[in-house]
C-alpha cells in the first residue's frame, strides 16, 4: 500500500499504477497501438492489389500522319517585335493570352 504522509492519502495496491479513473496508466496508447499495428499487418498484402499499372505514355498520345500547318497568324509582343507562326518551322510555340477583366 501506498501512502502519501502529506496529505496522509492512503492509495490501495491494486489502484497503484492507475489513473484518478482507474484506468491504467498508458492504456489509451498501447490499444491504439496495438490497434494501428493490426490494421497495418493486415492492410499490407492488400495494398499491392489496389492499384493497376499505368498506360505508357506513346499508347495515350497519338501523332497526327501529316502534320498540319500553322495558322496564318502574326502577332507583336510588348517589345514591338513581330512573331509570325510560320517563322518557328518545327519548334514547339506556345502561345498564351491574358485577359485583365
Known sequence: ????????IRIPE????RNWRGE????????YLKIFLAA???CTPGWGAL???CQAAST????YAKPVPP?????????GR??????????????NFWATW
Open 14 to 17: 491494486k489502484m497503484q499504477g
Open 24 to 31: 491504467r496508466k498508458g492504456g489509451d496508447m498501447t490499444r
Open 40 to 42: 497495418a499487418i493486415l
Open 1 to 8: 500500500m501506498l501512502i502519501l504522509l502529506h496529505y496522509d
Open 60 to 63: 495515350i498520345f497519338h501523332s
Open 82 to 95: 513581330r512573331f509570325n507562326f510560320k517563322d518557328p518551322s518545327g519548334e514547339v510555340v506556345l502561345l
Open 51 to 53: 492499384g493497376k499499372p
Open 71 to 79: 495558322p496564318d497568324f502574326m502577332i507583336e509582343d510588348l517589345n
